[in-house]
Structure formats: C-alpha cells, structure tokens
C-alpha cells in the first residue's frame, strides 16, 4: 500500500517530531527532507509532511501519519534496526538545533 498525499485516507497513528532548524540550515533542511521522505513512506501506509509555525521561523512539526498500528508497530522496527534508516536519522539530527520532541497519538473514534 503506497501511499501519496493526493490519496484520500484516513491515518490511525499520528507521531508529532516536534522540531527546531536554524534559519541559515532550512534550505539543506527541506533539500534532505526531499531526499528521505520517499526513503520514509516507502514500505506503504505512511505518509510524512512538514508543518511549520508562523509565529517562529525556526519551528517545525515533521507529521508521520500511519494508516494503522501495524504499520506504525513496524515502522518503530525498522527506526531501531535498519541501517540506511540509522544513517538518515544521524543526518537529520545534524540539522537540529536542538533533540526532537517526539509525541505519538491514536485516532479516537467519536459517536456522532
């Protein structure tokens, strides 16, 4: 299941990298975001967008959706035990200001 961001679909599995990138480093920032989000979305069911905050120039949220647990239950394997993922994390933590904040949220389902 591939997913893209013209796809309608419905996530399950919200992870917030709630992040800071110096101002001089954004453009080598998104230049390697271009890079690795397809490395990022490719195993399916993942999809990953930059959020940025407009009353900070240097403050973003890197938004991982995951369609379901599944996929993100394996996504947090491959964090810890792929090596090309272990080097585009090293890289994108060299980007950072500062360590991420990491947050994970499930989609509650809601009686109308």
Not at 20 to 37: G, M, P, Y
Request: one cysteine or more; a negative charge.
């Amino acid at each position: 299941m591939n997913s893209s961001v013209s796809e309608p679909w419905r996530a399950g599995v919200f992870v917030h990298l709630r992040i800071r990138v110096a101002e001089d480093c954004q453009a080598q920032f998104r230049s390697f975001l271009d890079e690795a989000i397809p490395f990022y979305e490719s195993p399916g069911g993942i999809r990953v967008r930059l959020l940025s905050d407009d009353d900070d120039p240097e403050r973003f949220i890197e938004l991982v959706e995951y369609i379901d647990e599944s996929a993100y239950r394996h996504d947090d394997d491959r964090v810890h035990s792929d090596p090309t993922m272990a080097d585009f994390l090293a890289r994108w933590q060299s980007l950072l200001v500062e360590p991420p904040v990491v947050e994970v949220y499930h989609q509650v389902e809601l009686r109308h």
